[in-house]
Each structure stands twice: as structure tokens, then as C-alpha cells.
């Protein structure tokens, strides 16, 4: 009888025994649930964080292929090129004078002494260049796009990320020599129906095309077969 009272305490202490380890197991689970909580919590506001900067990245213009932008080059109702005899090679005039040109756009002819540069890729009719100073561009190996008043709302925003594409692409060269700008009616208006204008001033012919829709086709079809290396001063800024 009296080892009755030992195996009943030792039954007791058993119980207790398990019953800790339960409560030990429990509260690991609970830890473990807290840190598996945390994480996907800590994931999910890194990725909110990110998420922006991610789709910024994707729709970056310049990351996007030229012929990506505007209508295909069928469809934008171009002109073949011209080949114009070029003129005007490191013929300056003071700046500030304004030059009459026999194209429009110009392709070569008498310019400032100051090109525009540092250029951007996309200027408006608020703060574009003077004409004389891009043509100075010209003369280092800068293909321009030229385009008019028409070109507004969706048209204008598609250019623009065109103009970065452009710019950030292998055809433009390590100095990015290329530029899109409004065009001053002033120096002539394009011909009817045409609203979109790239210019090229080659070393031995210099080139014109004009058409009526943004084509980014029709800009990487130019750039390739006018570089920036063929130019009068293909090394100059």
C-alpha cells in the first residue's frame, strides 16, 4: 500500500511534464507563426516600395524599342529622302542673326558658331533651340527630327518617349546625337500633309525626309542608314 501513493505522484508529475512540454510546443508554434507573419509582412512592404520603381523601369521610353513608338512606317505617309548637296561647311554667322534657308527643314547650310550642347532629346515650341544653332548640330553627325504645330496631345507624348528611345540608342552614338524639335514656321512651312520632318547633313549629300504621322520605324530606318558618323565634324560635341 504504500507504493501506491509513489506511482500516483509519479503519474502526477507525468501529466505536469507533458502538459509543460504542450505549452512549450504551443508557444514555439505561435514564435514561429509571429516570424512567418513578420517576413510576409516585411516582403510585402519592401515590394510596395519597389513595385513603383519597378513599373517605372518597364516603361521607361528609352528602354523601348524605336520602332515601338507611333504608327509603322508604312502607314506615316512619307516622302522617299532627299539627297541634297550640302552647304554651309564651318561657315558661321554671329550668332543672333537669323539665316535664310533654301530647304525646309535644312539639311546643311550657314550656321551659328554655338551648337546646342549640352542637348536634350525633346524640346517644345517654348524652348527650343534657334534654329541656326541646331543646324550646328547638324554639322556634327545629330539627326533631328523636326515636327509642327499640328503635332499635339497623344501625338506630342508619343514623340517625346520616342525622342528618349532615340537618343539612348546605339544608332545615336555615345553622345546620344539626336534630337527632337518643334519647328518655326517662320523659316517656312512644310508642304501639305506633312507634319513630321529628319534631317541629316552628310559628308558628301545631306538628306531630308518628311511625313505626316510619327513613325519611330521610319526613325530607326534614317538613323541606320544616315549615322551620326557621316558628317562634316562627326567628332565635335
Excluded at 505617309?77 to 552647304?87: F, I, K, Q, S
Excluded at 530647304?103 to 542637348?119: D, E, L, R
Excluded at 553627325?141 to 517625346?160: M, R
Excluded at 518643334?182 to 501639305?192: I, L
Amino acid at each position: 500500500m504504500a507504493n501506491k501513493p509513489k506511482a500516483q505522484d509519479r503519474d502526477r508529475k507525468a501529466k505536469v511534464e507533458a502538459m509543460r512540454r504542450e505549452q512549450q510546443a504551443r508557444e514555439r508554434r505561435k514564435s514561429l507563426l509571429f516570424i512567418v507573419i513578420a517576413v510576409v509582412v516585411g516582403l510585402g512592404i519592401v515590394a510596395a516600395a519597389a513595385w513603383p520603381a519597378i513599373q517605372k523601369s518597364r516603361n521607361d521610353p528609352a528602354k523601348k524599342s524605336l520602332d515601338s513608338f507611333g504608327v509603322a512606317a508604312g502607314a506615316a505617309g512619307c516622302d522617299d529622302p532627299t539627297d541634297d548637296d550640302p552647304a554651309g561647311v564651318s561657315e558661321h554667322v554671329e550668332d543672333g542673326t537669323k539665316v535664310d534657308y533654301d530647304q525646309v527643314p535644312p539639311s546643311s547650310g550657314k550656321h551659328w558658331g554655338t551648337p546646342v550642347f549640352p542637348a536634350r532629346a525633346f524640346y517644345t515650341e517654348r524652348d527650343r533651340p534657334e534654329i541656326e544653332q541646331l543646324v550646328h548640330n547638324l554639322e556634327h553627325g545629330y539627326n533631328i527630327l523636326w515636327y509642327d504645330d499640328t503635332i499635339t496631345g497623344k501625338a506630342l507624348d508619343t514623340l517625346k518617349n520616342l525622342a528618349a528611345s532615340a537618343a539612348s540608342n546605339e544608332l545615336a552614338g555615345p553622345a546620344s546625337k539626336f534630337i527632337v524639335s518643334a519647328w518655326d514656321d517662320s523659316y517656312g512651312t512644310f508642304p501639305s500633309g506633312k507634319h513630321v520632318a529628319l534631317s541629316h547633313w552628310g559628308a558628301t549629300e545631306s538628306h531630308r525626309q518628311l511625313c505626316g504621322k510619327v513613325s519611330g520605324e521610319v526613325v530607326q530606318n534614317f538613323m541606320e542608314k544616315y549615322p551620326y558618323s557621316d558628317a562634316p565634324e562627326p567628332n565635335a560635341q
